[in-house]
């Protein structure tokens, strides 16, 4: 793999001059590394011909460390009622190019994510070499939702994630991520990778699972008390950890 830095925001005030990192896949078997440096797969840019990643806030769940929550068990006892399945499909066995496929998803999107996603850049997702296998789900017969994932030696990334909104009340994302994680668990797999975490709106992932540590641009850290508080004050950042509290952020570092 090679690991690259681009320029970005410069304040000469507070002498911080940032750098976003980068890295190529230059070999599907370089995978578990490049997640285990804290890389995730960047899709923004159709143009881009070799999988780029981008180095983020990112979250893992250590399956050694794994075992179902409180939180877990009701959300589970709640679906059960419907009697939900999955089955976790090769993408050589998946159809990533039919059109109910497709259809599901981009209006799973349009509805959900933060930006709507064209169909551009939907089929350049699919694209991706490095995705192995779809889970898909089901609720009496009927597609519940589906996951997107890359699988290898021992490494899940829960990638993309489209399911019914008919099931808010249920609770069905949290069921489908905790379905996966599980499976993972139960393969006797690693790690899985749940992707960026920033916001409050991105609580749920920490709330929910056990094993969970997240990526600070340096090394993985389990002490969730500080990536709540890292989340809930995302938007009022105004320099970086290192200038706001140099002795912590040493103290950090020697971890």
Sequence with gaps: MKIFRSESF????????????YCIKEDQSELPEIYAQGFLPYSNNVQLQEETYYLARSLRI????????????????????????????PVKDFNLNDSHFKSYCIDFANKRFSEPISMKRLDYILSAKSISH?????IAEKTAGYVISIIENGTL????????????????GKWMM??????AFEQKMAYVYLGTCYGE?????????????????????NDVKTLKSKCKSDLTFTTDEFKQDTDLFLQRLQK
């Design 10 to 21: 410069v304040d000469y005030k507070t002498y911080t001059f940032n750098y976003a990192t």
């Design 62 to 89: 250590d399956l050694s460390l794994f075992k179902e929550s409180s939180e877990n068990r009701r959300v589970v006892r709640k679906m059960e009622t419907l009697h939900p399945s999955f089955e976790v499909i």
């Design 134 to 138: 779809v889970f898909h789900f089901k």
């Design 157 to 172: 990334h829960y990638w993309f994630a489209f399911f019914d909104l008919e099931y808010q009340t249920y609770a069905l």
């Design 178 to 183: 905790f379905s996966v994680i599980k499976w």
């Design 201 to 221: 709106k991105s609580l749920y992932k920490v709330r929910d699972f056990k094993g969970l540590s997240y990526f600070d641009g340096n090394q993985w850290d």
